[in-house]
């Protein structure tokens, strides 16, 4: 059973930084994508930033330039480093990965931003 534990979310004052990290079971070889998705009260599940095969990233515009995803395969561990924080950054954040076409979600952790 795979099994995603985020931790590191937090209240932060715009401009300010947080890390996230996703904690997983399970071999690395079987993740086709691994990321983080996040959702704001009334919105739906957005995707935040994305590794496909171990190389490719991909980033939301609002976020490019601002938030860094990166993995250490030695810890079973993913990141997402969020600097220049907005209030619109404000949700739930989930770790998200693909292992041979099924979908895992982590629990979610709360990131609010005050302005």
């Known amino acids: 059973q795979v099994q995603l534990v985020e931790s590191g979310g937090g209240l932060v004052q715009a401009g300010g930084s947080l890390r996230l990290s996703c904690v997983f079971s399970?071999?690395?070889?079987?993740?086709?994508?691994m990321g983080w998705y996040r959702q704001a009260p009334g919105k739906e599940r957005e995707l935040v930033a994305n590794?496909?095969?171990?190389?490719?990233?991909n980033y939301a515009d609002s976020v490019k330039g601002r938030f860094t995803i990166s993995r250490d395969n030695a810890k079973n561990t993913m990141y997402l480093q969020m600097n220049s924080l907005k209030p619109e950054d404000t949700a739930v954040y989930y770790c998200?990965?693909?292992?041979?076409?099924?979908?895992?979600w982590g629990q979610g952790t709360q990131v609010t931003v005050s302005s």
């Open positions: 998200h990965q693909n292992r041979w076409g099924f979908d895992y």
């Open positions: 399970g071999s690395i070889f079987s993740i086709n994508a």
């Open positions: 590794i496909i095969n171990e190389s490719r990233t």
